[in-house]
């Protein structure tokens, strides 16, 4: 079996990434890894034409000084009792633009697969080896242009000026002082209220307290409007009913004395 794939990846960036298992299983189209198990190891579905097969099995990656890499994996059908051994060499060869990656090895195989047409199969194999350094690649590149993002440290945030320092009240109140030179203020005049009236409500709450100030009612003429006061029919049944009673008592009392002296 021989095969060759272009990557549009530098030789360096795709060689670290098929020295690392995780990234080399993220890269293998359809596979369904087993959760405990090694990175490079689950379920594979394989299309072959119109069959398809599903492996469960482990593949290794290992890298060696001459610079090229081998691959070996076996699986066995999970509905079935073929399997699947496989060896294969890379070699990463960089070009202009890419890496050239040449791909030579051998596969043996039993069950199923050993039944369809071998076109089919190398043709499969092809696929799937294609979409495996591809993916790869695209990894590494992804991997390569992901910005790095800065952790701002504590000791460059703005730090407040502090409440106890006697120039910050200096300076607050240069500020009042620019502002009552500089006469009303925009908002006075958006909102209709005489400038004499709020410097006077400003006086007002000099040395109050805050919750004094917030718990004051308004005065001026945001002063409340007290709702008048009217009398109800309820008011004058209230002190009816006792007069009345009153009334119907001394009659009877003065009934029976006037009939104890006859």
């Not at 079996?1 to 080399?24: G, I, S, Y």
């Not at 350094?133 to 390569?144: D, K, N, P, S, V």
């Not at 320092?165 to 005049?189: I, L, R």
Request: aromatic share 4%.
């Amino acid at each position: 079996m021989e095969h060759q794939v272009f990557v549009p990846v530098p030789a360096d960036r795709l060689a670290t990434a098929l020295a690392d298992p995780a990234r080399v299983a993220r890269a293998v189209p359809g596979l369904q890894q087993d959760a405990g198990a090694p990175p490079v190891a689950g379920r594979l579905k394989l299309r072959v034409g119109g069959h398809s097969v599903t492996y469960r099995g482990t593949a290794r990656v290992r890298a060696h000084e001459d610079g090229t890499y081998t691959v070996e994996g076996d699986a066995t059908e999970a509905r079935g009792t073929g399997t699947v051994k496989l060896a294969l060499t890379l070699r990463l060869a960089g070009t202009e633009g890419g890496t050239a990656v040449s791909v030579e090895g051998t596969a043996d195989a039993s069950g199923r697969i050993a039944e369809l047409p071998a076109e089919a199969v190398s043709s499969a194999a092809a696929r799937l080896l294609t979409r495996f350094l591809e993916g790869l690649g695209e990894g590494a590149q992804e991997r390569e242009e992901e910005p790095e993002a800065g952790h701002p440290s504590v000791f460059d945030a703005e730090i407040p000026p502090s409440s106890l320092d006697p120039g910050a009240d200096d300076e607050d109140g240069e500020e009042d002082a620019a502002e009552d030179a500089e006469g009303p203020a925009d908002d006075f005049a958006d909102t209709g209220v005489p400038p004499a009236e709020a410097a006077h409500a400003r006086r007002t709450m000099i040395g109050r307290s805050a919750e004094e100030v917030d718990h004051a009612p308004p005065r001026g003429r945001y002063a409340p409007v007290p709702a008048p006061q009217t009398v109800s029919a309820n008011q004058a049944l209230k002190w009816a009913a006792p007069a009345a009673a009153l009334a119907v008592a001394s009659a009877i009392v003065v009934g029976r004395a006037l009939r104890k002296r006859r």
